[in-house]
Each structure stands twice: as C-alpha cells, then as structure tokens.
C-alpha cells in the first residue's frame, strides 16, 4: 500500500492539498476518496480545495444537512458527502450514490465510517490529524487506481505549503 505524509502548515496549505490532488485525479473514470478526521481537522477544506481546482465556481460547503451535494463540472461529475449526521447506515439508499456513480465521477466523503458497509471502497484514504502547529495529512491508496493517483500526486509534493 502506497502511503504519503504531509505537514499543512495552515488552512491554505490543506486546501492547497485538495487542489493538488485534482490535477492528480485526472485519467481515472471512477475514484473514491474517503476523508477523515476529527470536526474542523480540515476535510471540507482538502473537498474545497478540490472542487474548486476542477472548476467550481461558487461556494463549496459541507453538505451536513443534506448528506450529499453534486458537482456537474463538464468533463467530470464529483459528489460531495457529509455523513456526520447520518443516523443509521441504511440512509444511504436513499441517497442515489450507487445511481450517480457514472462515470467520469468523483466521490469525496467525509465521515466514511458512519455509513458502515454502505460506501464503495475507497480508492485513497485521507487521514487529517491536528498538530501542535498545523495538520498532519496522510494518504493511503488502498486500490490501483489510488496507487496511481499518489504517484501522479508526487510531482506537485515540492510546492512551499507542504513539507514532505
């Protein structure tokens, strides 16, 4: 499993990562990016950071009430959940994530672990901790397709927000 850590120094920086991992999503026709972390360990902010580097031109908040938000950006379609709320992993049926899974699509959720079984795998694992100063980010692969998405990622590792 191919595994990255990153220093963010501040919110910019964890945005700065969401931006650089879109230019790193490119050529893969489905990806699931699950993202974790305690509340305000910047998940919506890597989400922001992400969106808005595929297009998106407006605000970018966390979908808490509505669990999932979706993103029609041309080339690719992104579906941004929250699952903070979720009270029982059976909701998810409702959603339509399965039915909105089309490809080219792009699937970021924050709080995989409320839905249970009820995701599909995730490709690449986002893990945010809280430091004494900034954030510490590490991202796991856990398929192919999120093997290649880090090694296309690691071309952009030598930008100042991040240290390696």
Known sequence: MLTRTLHLADAAATEALGARL????????????????????GKTCVARGLIRALGHRGPVRSPTYTLMEPYDLGRLRVLHLDLYRLSDPEEMDYLGLRESMVAPVLVLVEWPEQAADSLPAAD?????????????????????????????FDGSLSAPDFDS
Request: glycine letters at 8%; one cysteine or more.
């Open 22 to 41: 879109a230019d790193a999503c490119a050529d893969e026709p489905i990806l699931v990016l699950h993202l974790r972390g305690e509340l305000g360990a």
């Open 124 to 152: 690449l694992h986002i893990s945010l901790t809280y430091m004494a100063e900034g954030r510490r980010a590490e991202l796991s692969a856990t398929s192919s397709a999120g093997e290649r998405l880090l090694q296309r």
